[in-house]
């Protein structure tokens, strides 16, 4: 069965009250699409990155009380998991889908991103798209737009990065739901593989 993309009960998941509710209903409704959507793009990623990258679909174990306000897959380069490296996502908060790199807290590869960052700022600002956005929190849905980032902006954000143990980096694109191309699965794919490509100069930063 082909990846059919994202419709509105998707991510009206995010509306049903309580943790098991909403935990079924994000394993009956988006998990499977996420697996698939994982197993769809690894290959795609691995000869992009030149090395294999595994997919890990969120799971939200840890949770005991607060239900999730978002999903995701992550792609990395460890079968074990992908925390604790540089990898690429694609989630959904009840508002968008998103398509990004990530360097979380728990990854030591916070540090050299930073000071690539720092070092190539001119060219980061140059390069990356303008409708791309940045964020220093994976569990806020908040952004800021890559075409308000200022080059001290960058060089606050590789400040915290350095600095603060908690902080954390992620960059990429966002598609407010709705929007047509997230319905179909193969121009959806397109969409993704495009904005990885795009965003793998700034994966190549974090090692």
């Known amino acids: 069965m082909p990846f059919e993309g994202f419709h509105t009960q998707d991510f009206d998941v995010f509306k ?11 394993i009956a409704n988006v998990r499977p699409k996420l697996t698939m959507l994982g197993d769809e793009i690894a290959p795609f ?3 992009l990155c030149g090395e294999e990258m595994f997919p890990h679909v969120a799971k939200h174990a840890r949770r005991t009380i607060n239900p999730p306000n978002d999903t995701w897959v992550a792609w990395a380069a460890s079968k074990r998991g992908y925390k604790a490296l540089p990898h690429f996502q694609v989630g959904m908060f009840e508002s968008h889908l998103f398509i990004i790199f990530a360097v979380i807290y728990e990854s030591p590869n916070k540090v050299t ?3 690539h ?4 700022r001119s060219k980061v600002i140059k390069t990356v798209p303008k409708e791309f956005y940045w964020s220093m929190d994976h569990m806020d849905p908040g952004f800021t ?7 001290k902006d960058f060089s606050q954000m590789a400040e915290k990065l350095e600095k603060v143990k908690k902080s954390e980096v992620l ?3 966002r598609i407010p739901r709705g929007e047509s191309v997230l319905a179909n699965g193969p121009e959806l794919i397109s969409v993704i593989q495009s904005t990885f490509e795009k965003l793998l100069p700034l994966y190549k930063m974090a090692f």
């Open 16 to 26: 049903v009250p309580g943790l098991e509710p909403r935990m079924e209903a994000l």
């Open 171 to 173: 960059c990429g694109l």
């Open 45 to 47: 990623l691995s000869a």
């Open 113 to 115: 991103f930073a000071k």
């Open 117 to 120: 960052l720092e070092k190539n």
């Open 145 to 151: 737009p890559h075409a308000d980032m200022s080059s």
